[in-house]
Nanobody, 115 residues
Framework: QVQLVESGGGLVQAGGSLRLSCTAS????????MGWYRQAAGKQRESVAT???????NYADSVKGRFTISRDNAKNTVYLQMNSLKPEDTAVYYC?????????WGQGTQVTVSS
């Protein structure tokens, strides 16, 4: 069984920063791709950023230049550094981790950006 634990959400003013983290634990062989998704109220879940095991990253156009995804393979942890936050970044953020070629989702963490 694989567990994902997220942390780092909260309330921040526009222009501020937050750092999310997500750690995979349990009995498994290998963590492959990792990523962050978000779902705003009344909208579909969307991809924010992904990172391969080798460190190749992809970002949604809306966050390029403001968000940075990184990972620590030794700790099975993925991070999302969010800078210059905007009210439209308000959403529940979920991590997604591919472990032994199965996808797992975190419980979600609320990010609220006030104007």
């Amino acid at each position: 069984q694989v567990q994902l634990v997220e942390s780092g959400g909260g309330l921040v003013q526009a222009g501020g920063s937050l750092r999310l983290s997500c750690t995979a634990s349990g009995r498994f062989y290998r963590v492959n791709g990792m990523g962050w998704y978000r779902q705003a109220a009344g909208k579909q879940r969307e991809s924010v950023a992904t990172i391969s095991r080798g460190g190749i990253t992809n970002y949604a156009d809306s966050v390029k230049g403001r968000f940075t995804i990184s990972r620590d393979n030794a700790k099975n942890t993925v991070y999302l550094q969010m800078n210059s936050l905007k009210p439209e970044d308000t959403a529940v953020y979920y991590c997604n981790v591919n472990v032994d070629f199965s996808d797992y989702w975190g419980q979600g963490t609320q990010v609220t950006v006030s104007s």
